[in-house]
């Protein structure tokens, strides 16, 4: 199957910081999605993504889908930002995930 | 409120005991899926159905059924063949096959 890796598997930022979360996968997949994980376990989508570049606040996302990978962009960070992020690749009617990024906010 | 509703919170098994997880959505979408989540890991496609009365194996099938009787409902049961069922539990849906994914709260499963 896809495989999804996802990088760096830690990261610990001073607020206010700026930072780069990358996902590479190992085939041509039909979308990509970006999710934040709350402490309490709570999935929430940030970005519908298959190709191209969006941005929503301080959160932006590009996909370059020819070169199998895709960027997640924080400016600014909150300790809000705290949490897991994953991206998650669709192909064959079905998402696959990485292991996540986790994302540690100090103030 | 539009959205998922996975209950109970938190559900204990004992030793043998096939145990049921509710999924409940009022979204109107056709595809449901159930991952599972293990402590630092990212999450695992047990089954999937993208339409009512079907239902596919997804990568770590074993020990779980599911049925989808109703558009709305896609409850998943942890059988006695499943020996390490401890874990997060994570309903999802979407409009369609790879469409935009909505997570439910989760529900956590624990051996008594």
């Known amino acids: 199957g896809i495989q999804v890796e996802q990088s760096p598997p830690d990261l610990i930022l001073q607020e206010g910081a700026n930072s780069t979360l990358r996902c590479n996968f190992s085939d041509s997949v039909n979308n990509l999605q970006w999710f934040h994980q709350n402490p309490w376990g709570q999935l929430i989508n940030l970005f519908y993504?298959?190709?191209g570049t969006k941005q929503n606040g301080r959160l932006s996302a590009t996909t370059v889908a020819t070169e199998r990978y895709s960027l997640l962009y924080i400016s600014s960070s909150q300790t809000t930002d705290s949490g897991v992020y994953f991206c998650?690749?669709?192909?064959?009617?079905?998402?696959?995930f990485g292991d996540g990024t986790t994302l540690t906010v100090k103030p | 409120d539009g959205g998922i509703t996975q209950s109970p919170k938190y559900l204990f098994r004992k030793e043998g005991q096939n145990v049921t997880l509710s999924c409940e959505q009022n979204?109107?979408?056709?595809?449901m899926y159930w991952y599972r989540q293990d402590p630092g890991q990212g999450l695992r496609l047990i089954y999937y159905s993208q339409i009512v009365n079907d239902f596919q194996k997804g990568d770590i099938a074993e020990g779980y059924s599911v049925s989808r009787e109703k558009k709305e409902s896609f409850p998943l049961t942890v059988t006695s063949a499943q020996k390490n069922p401890t874990a997060f539990y994570l309903c999802a849906s979407s409009i369609g096959g790879e469409e935009k994914l909505f997570f439910g709260s989760g529900t956590q499963l624990s051996v008594l």
């Open positions: 998650a690749v669709g192909n064959a009617g079905k998402s696959t």
């Open positions: 979204l109107n979408h056709d595809a």
């Open positions: 993504i298959p190709s």
